[in-house]
């Protein structure tokens, strides 16, 4: 069963960090966000809102249930495992036009972000 929180909080997050990617990135953000979480719905919220993690949680902007639909959707499918992985096992993620933070490898890039 699909906890609600979790595909919530993951759903604020696909929005906030990737709406206007394609499904393929919207899917690699929702799946770092899930293997931080160590595949645990339970942790999802918890990772989510965890400290300096995503930066949109420091400064949330209001958002419409009709705006998240689609992204608890997608949630839900990737919480189910219903969609494919394309971020190769990525733990980290950042916007191509921002320098590698990390001095870490990238493992691919899905049009506008880099996964680690």
Not at 7 to 20: D, F, K, Q, V, W
Not at 30 to 42: C, I, K, P, T, W
Request: glycine share 6%; aromatic share 12%.
């Amino acid at each position: 069963m699909i906890s609600a929180a979790a595909a919530m909080c993951m759903a604020l997050t696909i929005y906030h960090e990737a709406r206007g990617e394609p499904l393929a990135g919207q899917a690699a953000v929702g799946y770092v966000l899930y293997r931080r979480a160590d595949f645990d719905q339970d942790l999802v919220c918890h990772e989510t809102y965890r400290r300096n993690q995503f930066e949109w949680t420091k400064n949330p902007k209001k958002v419409t249930m009709q705006q998240l639909e689609p992204y608890v959707i997608l949630s839900a499918k990737i919480l189910n495992h219903e969609i494919r992985d394309g971020s190769r096992g990525a733990e980290f993620f950042h916007n191509i036009n921002m320098p590698n933070p990390w001095g870490m490898k990238p493992k691919i890039t899905i049009n506008n972000h880099v996964f680690y």
